[in-house]
């Protein structure tokens, strides 16, 4: 899935507190500016942030992107580390120079990166 790409601001804004160049809020890749459509790395791993959440039919997905997300936060007490330790962004991270891994990718593949911190 590509995903419908728009480029706002205010909505990178309210989904990431200013702190994203892109959010994925499925079925919508939103960009901080034009240019950024330009990146395929950005774009990758947005796009497979839309296939995770293909995955658990949409709204699960972000109800435990935000579950794990707090639970690495009290953890970790720090915003940037609960969010690369949350299993949908390694995943995204380890695969987003790739760009064939969404012809590749097994279903649920997220799930290898549960628990690792």
Request: charged share 20%; net charge positive; hydrophobic share 45%.
């Amino acid at each position: 899935m590509k995903g419908i790409v728009i480029v706002s601001r205010f909505w990178t804004n309210v989904f990431s507190a200013g702190r994203a160049t892109g959010v994925t809020i499925f079925p919508f890749i939103f960009l901080r500016s034009r240019g950024l459509k330009a990146d395929r790395i950005l774009l990758q791993h947005e796009r497979i942030h839309l296939q995770q959440a293909l995955e658990l039919a949409v709204l699960p997905f972000y109800v435990w992107y935000l579950v794990e997300f707090l639970v690495w936060f009290v953890q970790h007490g720090n915003f940037q580390q609960a969010y690369r330790s949350i299993s949908f962004e390694k995943e995204a991270y380890d695969h987003e120079r790739e760009m064939r891994y969404l012809q590749i990718r097994k279903c649920w593949a997220f799930f290898s990166y549960y628990k690792r911190s």
